[in-house]
């Protein structure tokens, strides 16, 4: 299906609504595995996309999603700052001439792997923002797709990341990094419907 | 001056403390440092790294980093610059100690690169 501008502008403007809600959230899940900020540099990052949208309302799709990448690059500080930033800017440049949103997520999906040199199963964001990427090629998108997806990785040992210097202890705790990108896929079913 | 280095480090001291030690066995190589974030918290800033590469006056640039979002940040400026840039997966205080020590001396890449090679650890 296809992406309208003002669908893209109301799913990012609720993803940073959501980021800033559960920052305590976000915190305390990478306290388990990793540093402990992930909800702290979300929340920069979020606060940061919404100044730079009042500051200039983007024009199209693409606008949009380089508006985002620019502010998770430059506010966010952790590693999810260039990830988040690579998927949104990916994105951006193929938004200019394709507004299909199952392929938007997959090349957001292939910027993250490319950033980060992972894949699946490594405990990591790509562990939602792939599975999604599929279940959007089928279909509309459920959310118990988005929670069947974040919740795989509770179990996954860590071999990426932060929390992978833990190795097996890593496993039992959902990945903080996935948390937020199911935030993402919650609020695109907000907007577009499940 | 044909070779410059960067630092790329989650922290401000780091950076400028690898800085100050291989100064000592390189002082007219150019050498500039992004640490930490914007804030100077611990943290990564693609601006800083941006700034680094800029102040740099290297025609090639020899780029040192610690962990995954310095890294990362690294990698997303390589893939903006039209500068040459050669990134290490090396020790970062050995690996930028050797390269600066042979960068001084006007020693050719693949001499560094061949001193660097046992330092990889990434």
Do not use: C
């Amino acid at each position: 299906m296809k992406i309208e501008l003002n669908d893209a502008e109301k799913w990012i403007n609720l993803f940073v609504d959501k980021l800033e809600k559960n920052k305590a959230e976000l915190n305390e899940l990478d306290t388990a595995i990793g540093d402990g900020d992930h909800g702290t540099n979300m929340d920069r990052g979020a606060k940061a996309v919404k100044d730079a949208f009042a500051k200039k309302t983007p024009v199209d799709l693409s606008e949009l999603f380089k508006t985002t990448a620019f502010a998770m690059i430059q506010k966010v500080g952790g590693a999810s700052g260039p990830l988040y930033g690579t998927a949104f800017l990916d994105m951006s440049k193929a938004a200019k001439d394709n507004d299909d949103l199952s392929a938007l997520v997959q090349i957001g999906a292939d910027g993250i792997k490319r950033r980060g040199q992972s894949d699946v199963k490594m405990k990591t964001m790509i562990d939602v923002w792939q599975p999604i990427a599929d279940d959007l090629k089928q279909g509309p998108l459920t959310d118990q797709q988005v929670t069947d997806a974040l919740e795989s990785t509770k179990d996954m040992v860590a071999t990426k990341g932060r929390a992978s210097y833990l190795e097996e202890k890593s496993a039992g705790h959902l990945d903080p990094g996935s948390q937020s990108s199911a935030y993402l896929f919650e609020s695109l079913i907000e907007v577009i419907g499940g | 001056m044909k070779y410059g280095i960067v630092i790329v480090s989650h922290s401000v001291k780091i950076a400028d403390g690898v800085k100050d030690l291989i100064s000592e066995a390189a002082p007219s190589l150019s050498i500039t440092v992004a640490g930490g974030t914007d804030e100077n918290a611990i943290g990564s800033s693609l601006e800083k790294i941006q700034k680094a590469f800029d102040e740099n006056i290297g025609d090639e640039i020899l780029a040192f980093y610690d962990l995954g979002s310095s890294k990362m940040n690294l990698e997303m400026f390589m893939e903006m610059t039209d500068k040459v840039v050669h990134k290490y997966d090396v020790a970062l205080v050995e690996g930028a100690y050797t390269a600066a020590t042979l960068a001084e001396i006007d020693s050719p890449l693949e001499t560094i690169e061949n001193s660097l090679k046992p330092l990889i650890i990434k």
